[in-house]
Nanobody
Framework: HVQLVESGGGSVQAGGSLRLSCEVTGNTYTPDCMGWFRQAPGKGREGIAAISSTGTKSVLPSVRGRFTISKDNAKNIVYLQMVSLKPEDSAMYYC???????????????????WGQGTQVTVS
């Protein structure tokens, strides 16, 4: 049974940084894709970044240069480093895992079968 546990959210001032972590447990198979998504109140879910099992990254253009996705294969942990945070980055952030093949990961959340519980990021 695959479980994803996010951590690292919090409240920061504009211009600050946070690093989110997502640990995958319960499955010995490395996900084909791991992604980070966010949802602000009253808005739809937005795909931010994803990384394939081979390290290929997909990043939402509006956060490129500020957000970086990476992973530690040995620990089965995916990170989202966020710098120069803006108030509009405030949202609940979720990580997701997908076992759907391919070498380029989609930012469409509907393709991912496993989700974490979310971690709140608030930028003021």
């Amino acid at each position: 049974h695959v479980q994803l546990v996010e951590s690292g959210g919090g409240s920061v001032q504009a211009g600050g940084s946070l690093r989110l972590s997502c640990e995958v447990t319960g499955n010995t198979y490395t996900p084909d894709c791991m992604g980070w998504f966010r949802q602000a109140p009253g808005k739809g879910r937005e795909g931010i970044a994803a990384i394939s099992s081979t390290g290929t990254k997909s990043v939402l253009p509006s956060v490129r240069g500020r957000f970086t996705i990476s992973k530690d294969n040995a620990k089965n942990i995916v990170y989202l480093q966020m710098v120069s945070l803006k108030p509009e980055d405030s949202a609940m952030y979720y990580c997701a895992a997908g076992y759907f093949g391919g070498s380029v990961c989609t930012l469409n959340g509907g393709s991912y079968g496993y989700w974490g519980q979310g971690t709140q990021v608030t930028v003021s």
